[in-house]
């Protein structure tokens, strides 16, 4: 039996916990099959990241001439530090959420 001991205050949305009540339930069911599902169409989703940065890296390792001006590159620089960041805030969550899921 695994146990989810996620608690609201340490994501910042312990507003959640008004009006519901403590008690443990079953996590069961088609609610239980739907989220399965999302995590598989989540995971697909970073599969398909994983992908496109490894053309972007052949592309920039390749020996095809790439011309660009200052301001694009600057640009793609900053969305290259945009997508990290995301990134880092993802798996930041994932290791809590990780920690949060325990073998009873």
Known sequence: MWEIIAQPENYGIKILEEGINNSKIAFTGDDRNNWAEEIGT?????????????????????????????????????????????????????????????KK
């Open 42 to 102: 989540f995971a697909s989703k970073l599969n398909g990241l994983a992908e496109r940065a490894k053309r972007f890296q052949q592309l920039l390792i390749s020996k095809d001439e790439i011309v660009a001006t200052p301001a694009s590159i600057k640009t793609l620089k900053i969305q290259l530090f945009k997508i990290n960041d995301a990134f880092e805030q993802a798996l930041s969550l994932a290791d809590k959420l990780e920690t949060q899921i325990v």
